[in-house]
Nanobody, 127 residues
Framework: QVQLQESGGGSVQAGGSLRLSCAVSGYTYSSYVMGWFRQAPGKEREGVAAIYTGGAITYYADSVKGRFTISYDNAKKTLYLQMNSLELEDTAMYYC????????????????????WGQGTQVTVSS
């Protein structure tokens, strides 16, 4: 069983930065697909960014390209999301997710192929 614990959320003014972390514990695999997803009240879940931990291949939603950076520290078994130039529209609960091995590219930012999810961390961007 894989456990995921997010941290680093908070309140920030528009234009500011935050770094989210997701610690992986429990049974560990040699590589994962890991992703960050978000959901704002009244909206559907949105895939933000994803990474293959084995090869550091990354994927981003168009809405965050150039502003967000996903990374994984294998030694610390921690997933990160560096969020810069935050916008009001980035306000949401952010979740990390993991799936051992690989998955179809078409599913990486949909969230459907992930079996392990964290509890979420709130990000609030104000003007």
């Amino acid at each position: 069983q894989v456990q995921l614990q997010e941290s680093g959320g908070g309140s920030v003014q528009a234009g500011g930065s935050l770094r989210l972390s997701c610690a992986v514990s429990g049974y560990t695999y040699s590589s994962y697909v890991m992703g960050w997803f978000r959901q704002a009240p009244g909206k559907e879940r949105e895939g933000v960014a994803a990474i293959y931990t084995g090869g550091a291949i990354t994927y981003y939603a168009d809405s965050v390209k150039g502003r967000f950076t996903i990374s994984y520290d294998n030694a610390k078994k921690t997933l990160y999301l560096q969020m810069n130039s935050l916008e009001l529209e980035d306000t949401a609960m952010y979740y990390c997710a993991a799936e051992p091995g690989a998955m179809s590219v078409s599913g990486i930012l949909t969230g459907d192929g992930y079996n392990y999810w964290g509890q979420g961390t709130q990000v609030t961007v104000s003007s």
